[in-house]
């Protein structure tokens, strides 16, 4: 196979990807629609891409994970990875729907597999710090990342939000994962101050919940392709782990106004 010049590499939330590919088509799309994660090659998996069909089913990405190999399918995506050897090869269909699905599959497992997290969700930054607000679709995520946008705050995302741990504290990192706002992102990292819990309410407020309540939460917003128990038992822990070092409470707010970013910090 061709290795076509120019091919990118990307970079998000710590973790690299050097593409190689003879489709231009896919080359212009990862160019386009991840622009703002850009990266020199040679600091990450090496991944070469065939183009592949553009079915529609199954939709919902699987994940398997074994023997030093992980594999990655869903209708229009089909990638093998050798972890060990730092390197694979994936079929992917030359559209960004199939392009986003295929990096949030990789990036999820990832994340997991260093202590972290992907997680539905709403980020803004206050103060330098991250402020993260799990919730489901419905939950107010974009309505409060377009407020907090209006008033002059910095977003990560209002849809995906993608946490490690580190040496210092958990960090919230920049997404490319958007929802209604479908905004690019930008190569950052926060510590993160504080998860919210979302309650509209007619006034702000934030009030203290249970710790309980918030774990459920989280584990209802995390994003996790893989049914493997294994992978699952890391996600209970990073979860642990996150409410352990992250104060969770609950926020109340209105779609009418900005006056909760107040309350927050």
């Known amino acids: 196979m061709a290795v076509r010049r120019g091919a990118p590499g990307l970079a998000i939330a710590g973790f690299g990807v050097d593409f190689k590919s003879d489709s231009a088509g896919i080359i212009t799309i990862l160019r386009r629609r991840y622009a703002p994660f850009l990266a020199k090659q040679g600091r990450g998996l090496e991944l070469t891409?065939?183009?592949?069909?553009?079915?529609?089913?199954?939709?919902?990405?699987?994940?398997?994970?074994?023997?030093?190999?992980l594999k990655l399918r869903r209708g229009d995506f089909d990638a093998e990875i050798f972890a060990g050897a730092g390197r694979g090869k994936?079929?992917?269909?030359?559209n960004e729907q199939c392009l986003d699905a295929f990096l949030r599959s990789l990036i999820s497992w990832n994340l997991l597999e260093s202590g972290g997290l992907m997680l539905h969700s709403s980020g803004i930054v206050l103060?330098?710090?991250?402020?993260?607000?799990?919730?489901?679709?419905?939950?107010?995520?974009?309505?409060?990342?377009?407020?907090?946008?209006?008033?002059?705050?910095?977003?990560?995302?209002?849809?995906?939000?993608?946490?490690?741990?580190?040496?210092?504290?958990w960090r919230a990192y920049g997404s490319p994962f958007w929802g209604e706002m479908r905004a690019g992102g930008r190569q950052a990292s926060w510590p993160v101050g504080g998860l919210l819990l979302l309650k509209k309410a007619a006034a702000p407020s934030v009030l203290s919940c249970a710790q309980g309540e918030a774990f459920r939460t989280v584990m209802r917003c995390l994003v996790n392709?893989?049914?493997s128990a294994e992978v699952s038992a890391k996600a209970l822990l990073a979860a642990g782990r996150l409410l352990a070092a992250v104060p969770a409470r609950r926020l109340g707010f209105s779609k009418d106004n900005a006056d909760f970013l107040e309350f927050i910090g």
Do not use: H, M, Q
Not at 50 to 69: K, L
């Open 127 to 169: 103060g330098g710090k991250a402020y993260v607000f799990p919730g489901r679709s419905g939950a107010g995520k974009s309505t409060l990342a377009k407020l907090a946008l209006k008033a002059g705050a910095e977003v990560i995302s209002d849809e995906i939000n993608l946490l490690r741990p580190g040496p210092r504290g």
């Open 90 to 94: 994936a079929a992917i269909a030359p």
């Open 225 to 227: 392709f893989s049914r």
């Open 49 to 69: 891409v065939f183009e592949g069909p553009n079915r529609r089913t199954p939709f919902r990405p699987c994940v398997e994970s074994g023997a030093g190999r």
